[in-house]
Structure formats: structure tokens, C-alpha cells
């Protein structure tokens, strides 16, 4: 049992956390509100979830799951995460975010721009690239013909291996799309970003397997 800490428990952390509470882990959950904002959350999740501060969710993670608007970047605990495997599943959105000029010039990676905040922790980009009802209900189990694989890129040999055990998991494949420094590939708007999974008026999505993955990372441009 892996136990899982999330800053940021909203749509998708959320989504990441009942699909960790369904494969057996434990989840501490987090926000910028405080937990008695997720107490009702963490009930439904039942005994194996809990709610906390950012600070609580860290210490407690075997595995980090930061799932927050880019601009909160500068605000996460670092000091907390130092050492931590930490999944980021956050996209840039200018309309939300405000403009950052590195990730508009495409200088920085969003996950190599969390590292300039966070420059201690093992970042795997993971999760960013599914809309959260696909991701909960495109989970199968391994060996399902129907299987859909996500992509993640990461610096540390380690920090991959560890995420690709917990996404295998919680039903899903994984495709190693590189180094922090690749994820352009699998950011906002490239061809395995949402695309795949079809569109999200069909909240049920269309499975993509390994090689349809595969295929759009290796198509994206910039
Ligand atoms: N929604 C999707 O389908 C989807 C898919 C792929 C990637 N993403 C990306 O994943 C990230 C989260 O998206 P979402 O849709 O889940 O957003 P959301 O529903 O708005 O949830 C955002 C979460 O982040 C928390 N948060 C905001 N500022 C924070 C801070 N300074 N410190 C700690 N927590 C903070 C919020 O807590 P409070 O509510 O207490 O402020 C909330 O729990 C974004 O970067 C998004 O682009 C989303």
C-alpha cells in the first residue's frame, strides 16, 4: 500500500485519489482552504483517506501528486518536498495562469519551471494529458485488451519506476516520454494531449492503447 499525498484535490487530484482509494492505497489530501474543506471528501473516500495541511499531506507521502494551477507553483511547501517522488499533473493556461514568459517563449518546460520552485524533489510528469472522467472511467486492470496507456516523462530513473508501479495500479499503462525537458510533448493542445481519449462531451472517452501513445507523442511539433 502506497499512501499518497496531494496539494491540490480538486477535479483531477481528486479523480487520482478515487482511483488510489479503489486500487488499496491511502490518501492524504490537501488544498490552499484548509481541511476542513475536504472533510466530506475524505468521508466519501471512506477510512484510507484523509484531509490535512499542505504540509501534513507531504510528510506523510510515499508518492506526491501536485495538481494545483501553475501559478501556485511559487507557493508549494519545497522544503517539505525535498527528496519526495512528486507527480505533476499541471497544464500552463495563460487565461488562468497570467502569462509566464519562459512557458510562452517554450524555453521551460511547466515541470521545469515547478523545479525552479521545488529544485530538491523528483518530478514525473504524469496525469496531465487525460480529462479527469476519461481518467476515471478509462481504468482498467493490467492485462485488459481495452487498457489505455498514459505518458510521463521524468529526470530520475527511480521517481519513474515508482510512478509507473502506482499508475499501473490504479488502471493505467505508461508510455516513457523522456525528460522533464521532452513534456512539451505531452502539454496543452499536442496530438496526446486529451485527443486520444476522444472528446470530453463523451464523458466515458475511447480507450488508446501503447502504440496510439507512441504515435502522438512522436507527431507532436513546436
Ligand atoms: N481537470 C482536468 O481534467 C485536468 C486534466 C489534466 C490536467 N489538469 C491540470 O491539473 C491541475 C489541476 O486541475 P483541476 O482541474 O483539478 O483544478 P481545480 O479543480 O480547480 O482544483 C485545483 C486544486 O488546486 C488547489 N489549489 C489552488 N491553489 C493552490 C495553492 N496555492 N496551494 C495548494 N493548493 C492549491 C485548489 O484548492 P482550493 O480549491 O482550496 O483553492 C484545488 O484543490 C491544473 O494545472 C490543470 O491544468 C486538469
Request: hydrophobic content about 40%; overall charge neutral.
Amino acid at each position: 500500500m502506497t499512501t499518497v499525498g496531494f496539494l491540490g484535490s480538486g477535479h483531477l487530484g481528486g479523480s487520482i485519489a478515487r482511483l488510489a482509494i479503489a486500487a488499496g492505497h491511502r490518501v492524504v489530501l490537501s488544498n490552499s482552504r484548509g481541511p476542513e474543506t475536504l472533510a466530506d471528501m475524505a468521508a466519501e473516500l471512506g477510512p484510507r483517506a484523509s484531509a490535512a495541511t499542505s504540509g501534513e499531506a507531504v510528510a506523510a507521502a510515499d508518492i506526491v501528486v501536485v495538481s494545483v494551477p501553475v501559478k501556485a507553483f511559487p507557493g508549494l511547501p519545497a522544503t517539505p518536498l525535498a527528496g519526495k517522488t512528486v507527480i505533476d499533473t499541471c497544464n500552463y493556461g495563460p487565461e488562468r495562469d497570467g502569462h509566464i514568459p519562459e512557458l510562452d517563449s517554450t524555453s521551460l518546460t511547466s515541470s521545469e519551471l515547478v523545479l525552479r520552485y521545488v529544485p530538491d524533489a523528483m518530478f514525473v510528469k504524469a496525469f496531465n494529458s487525460i480529462f479527469f472522467k476519461h481518467l476515471l472511467s478509462l481504468a482498467r486492470p493490467a492485462g485488459a485488451a481495452d487498457r489505455s496507456y498514459l505518458p510521463i516523462a521524468g529526470d530520475s530513473a527511480p521517481a519513474k519506476a515508482a510512478v509507473t508501479e502506482f499508475i499501473d495500479s490504479v488502471g493505467y499503462g505508461v508510455v516513457d516520454a523522456g525528460r522533464l525537458a521532452d513534456s512539451w510533448r505531452q502539454a496543452t493542445g499536442t496530438p496526446v494531449w486529451g485527443t486520444p481519449y476522444g472528446p470530453p462531451s463523451n464523458e466515458k472517452g475511447r480507450p488508446a492503447g501503447e502504440d496510439a501513445i507512441r504515435a502522438a507523442l512522436a507527431t507532436a511539433t513546436r
